[in-house]
């Protein structure tokens, strides 16, 4: 179970970070393992969008939210699932394969939906993460170039889990680097306009680094602690 907070304490919590965030930064609440009423509770507070890591978690939000928000995936899925997330979400911030490319695009032609999308970077190249090596992006990048139901918007990454956010700043500078250093190519259909980067511990950093996304969970909905006690999707 969560350690549940009370519904007015996560409506202060959601309006206080929104009051604390600088024009033109969006808020992603992070939403995995919370119940219908703490997602409802942060919605009337002002989120408008919500991020995701599995995806039947976020069909059943979906079903008692629908399109009052936007849906953004954070997670890590398999392809076969695919089919089902590009119907759902408005985002996918967590591409890291050009074989999940070609699967979205390909999904995406089905239903006549350019799916905008993040590629998700292993900034500190960690061998347990998710996400694309520095090195590899540029590649990743001129093949989703050419792909008609995708459209790259930016960056996202992780960072290294750190108590101290410090830690998280060089990763969040050569993170915005790389993003630079793609916008300049001008390759056509990209558009480097998005930098997910901070999450509840480092998102002020992230900020100050760059970053127009920031992705909180327990500095909205209190301590999680089911983490990880799900399979992912
Ligand atoms: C859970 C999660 C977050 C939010 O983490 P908090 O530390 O609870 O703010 C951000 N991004 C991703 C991808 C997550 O899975």
Known sequence: MNRVISENTIKQNVARILDDLPAGVQLVAAAKTRSHEEITAAIDAGVTIIGQNYLQEAEQA????????????????????????????????????????????????????????????????????????????????????????????????????????EDSRPYFIETRGISQKIERLALPGIEMSCLSMGMSASYRVAIEEGANIVRLGSSLFGQRITENSQPAD
Not at 152 to 161: S, W
């Open 62 to 165: 979906y079903r008692f939210v629908g399109r009052r928000v936007q849906w953004h995936f954070i997670g890590h899925l398999q392809k076969n699932k695919l089919k089902k997330a590009v119907r759902l979400f408005d985002m996918i911030e967590t591409l890291d394969s050009l074989e999940m490319a070609h699967e979205i695009n390909k999904r995406c032609a089905e239903i006549d939906k350019v799916m905008p999308v993040l590629i998700e970077i292993n900034i500190a190249r960690e061998k347990t993460k998710s996400g694309v090596p520095p090195e590899n992006v540029e590649a990743l990048v001129r093949e989703i170039s050419t792909l008609p139901g995708i459209r790259l918007k930016g960056l996202m990454t992780m960072g290294p889990l750190s108590a101290d956010p």
